[in-house]
């Protein structure tokens, strides 16, 4: 659980999801989204001679993050941001959270959740419990 977080929304982050019933929405523009496990770094770039460029995997991830944010109706979000993030590993091996982040953050920025993730000045990341294939709950909101 989000123990610094000041707005309301612990409840969706830390249940990997659902209505959140003490969001305070009204006082900021946020969105919050349930997204597929994503690829390490190590699988996400791919590099041939001098070029890099994003692997087949890495491709389908973004393609499955913007499919999601279009079903949940992500909002396109402006000015300085902070991202609360939940990852659900898919099993038990030995794995570094920020090794995941680069490709969830670039996704939602390919979605339209917002124009750079270089408007991104907060960012807090936990890893819950196991689940099944994976997931990691998103709440990106403005500052």
Same mark, same amino acid.
């Given at each position: ?51 890099? %460029?994003? &692997? ?8 499955? /993050?913007?499919? *999601?944010?279009? $079903?949940? #109706? ?39 959740? %917002?124009? &750079? ?8 990341? /936990?890893?819950? *419990?196991?689940? $099944?294939? #994976? ?9």
């Amino acid at each position: 659980m989000f123990l610094t977080m000041s707005i309301g929304c612990t409840t969706f982050i830390s249940s990997g999801g659902g209505q959140c019933n003490t969001c305070y929405s009204d006082l900021m523009q946020h969105t919050q989204l349930i997204l597929p496990w994503p690829p390490s770094v190590n699988n996400y770039w791919m590099s041939s001679g001098n070029m890099r %460029y994003i &692997s087949k995997r890495g491709r389908v991830f973004r393609q499955a /993050v913007a499919e *999601e944010c279009a $079903t949940q #109706g992500a909002q396109s979000l402006e000015g300085r941001l902070a991202v609360h993030v939940a990852l659900f590993p898919p099993d038990k091996r030995k794995r570094d959270v920020d090794n995941v982040l680069k490709a969830l953050l670039d996704a939602c920025e390919h979605a339209g959740c %917002y124009e &750079s993730d270089s408007q991104i000045d907060e960012l807090h990341v /936990v890893r819950q *419990e196991i689940r $099944t294939s #994976g997931s990691c709950t998103i709440l990106i909101y403005t500052l």
